[in-house]
Structures are given as structure tokens and as C-alpha cells.
């Protein structure tokens, strides 16, 4: 379970649509594409019709008894990517409604994560949908490969307000985040699973020295290239740090 891996920052997640494509270089050896629907469809929970490149929305899983018992952090879509063009702006808010009735009925407030490649739809649906800044409730994240997915999606993660994070995973060259600092936590991740591109230990000291600078969260979820062995030490230590009030 994610929860009892040091390694992964959710608690759980919870998937009312799956779907996606292979949209960067970071997808080349997708995990959800190549490994988990291939084998949730052999399993029967997901229907033999529909294909890896399109959407599905589980009607029994959108609503608010789908979700109320998922506390900690919880990754929204995690199978496949909310803000995929494929998907109508209605479903998204049928999503985002649900997490607003269900986010205050713990005694400690869950944290929803929306984690996504495409910023900028992102921005706009959630600019129109909260003005005055993203709910305490809510994260933003944005995924990051290199440098030019950083200059191309890190901008829209910046126009928000709230808690956003940027999420290199799986880190493919050196990346400086100098132009979009602060954010609320920065996450770094090693590409794991068949033919794996090495990370450079480097290029992570690189941005945990940025990061670190500015006294923001910082946390390394995997270095090497199998994630049947976890090796998340760099320079002598683990780095597991959390924003403020995100209880895994």
C-alpha cells in the first residue's frame, strides 16, 4: 500500500475516470499504459471495450460514498490524467464537487492532489472554478521531465494560488528551477520499469539545493531504476519532507 511505502508521498488515491496518452519524453515507459491497465482489464475492473486511449468515467465510483472513507493524501485520477483533453470540462467539476462535499467531514482534512502534465488546461479550469485562490483542501501538481517541460509548464502552475507542487518524476536531464521558486514542495523521482533512463545523482543535489535555499519542503521518492529495491539516499540521507499540514 502506498501508505506503508516510504518512498511514495500518497496515502491512496482514487480513480472515478482512468485514461490518458503518451503525451512527453516522460512517457515513454509509462507505468498506467503499459502495467496497470493491461492488467486491471484482464482482471474485470475495467471493461474489455474500452481502449488504453481513451476515457472511462465509473459512474459507481463518482460519488461522494466512493470517497468519504480515503483520508491522509489522496492522489485524485492517478490512473491516467484528469486534464487530458479527452476529458469534458463537466467531468472534471462532477470530480472536483464531490472532493468539496466530502473534504471537511474528517477530524483531520484530508489533502486532495490533482497531478497532472497539462498545466495550463489545468490552470484555467481551476482559475475559473476558484478566482480567489485554490481550497485548503486541494494541491496542485505538475510534472516535470527536463528543462524545456519545466519552462513550457511551470509557468501555468504559477499562476495559481495555494498549494503547488512540482514533481520531477522521472527526472531524464539537470533541470534549474531558479525561475518558478517558491512553490509549497518539490518532488523528485527516478524512471523505474523496462529500460529505465538513469537519474544523475547530480542533477537532484542540483535542486534540492535550490530548493533548500528557500526553506521548501523536499522529498526524494526514488533513485534508482527498479521499484522492487527502494534507494532514496542522497548525499547520506533520506529527504521525506512534507508541506505544513499534509499528514501521510
Not at 118 to 143: F, H, K, N, Q, T
Amino acid at each position: 500500500m502506498a501508505k506503508n511505502n516510504a518512498g511514495d508521498i500518497l496515502t491512496g488515491d482514487w480513480n472515478p475516470i482512468i485514461g490518458c496518452e503518451k503525451y512527453s519524453e516522460g512517457c515513454r515507459g509509462c507505468w498506467y499504459l503499459s502495467g496497470i491497465f493491461p492488467w486491471q482489464q484482464r482482471l474485470g475492473n475495467i471493461p474489455a471495450d474500452v481502449l488504453p486511449g481513451e476515457h472511462h468515467v465509473f459512474e459507481k465510483r463518482m460519488c461522494p460514498a466512493s470517497l468519504k472513507l480515503k483520508g491522509g493524501i489522496v492522489g485524485v485520477v492517478q490512473h491516467g490524467d484528469l486534464f487530458w483533453d479527452q476529458v469534458p470540462d463537466a467531468t472534471i467539476n462532477r470530480v472536483l464537487s464531490i472532493i468539496e462535499q466530502v473534504a471537511y467531514q474528517k477530524r483531520i482534512m484530508p489533502r486532495y492532489m490533482l497531478w497532472t502534465k497539462r498545466a495550463e488546461r489545468m490552470a484555467r479550469i481551476l482559475l475559473e472554478r476558484y478566482p480567489d485562490g485554490l481550497p485548503e483542501y486541494l494541491a496542485v501538481a505538475v510534472s516535470v521531465e527536463n528543462q524545456a517541460c519545466a519552462d513550457e509548464r511551470l509557468p501555468h502552475l504559477l499562476k495559481m494560488t495555494g498549494t503547488r507542487i512540482i514533481m520531477i518524476e522521472p527526472m531524464l536531464g539537470p533541470i534549474t528551477l531558479s525561475k518558478y521558486l517558491p512553490v509549497e514542495w518539490v518532488v523528485v523521482g527516478s524512471e523505474t520499469g523496462a529500460n529505465p533512463r538513469p537519474i544523475d545523482t547530480r542533477w537532484v543535489s542540483a535542486v534540492r539545493d535550490e530548493v533548500k535555499a528557500q526553506g521548501i519542503p523536499f522529498f526524494v521518492k526514488q533513485l534508482g531504476t527498479s521499484h522492487k529495491q527502494s534507494i532514496r539516499v542522497l548525499d547520506g540521507r533520506e529527504w521525506n519532507e512534507f508541506p505544513r499540514g499534509f499528514v501521510k
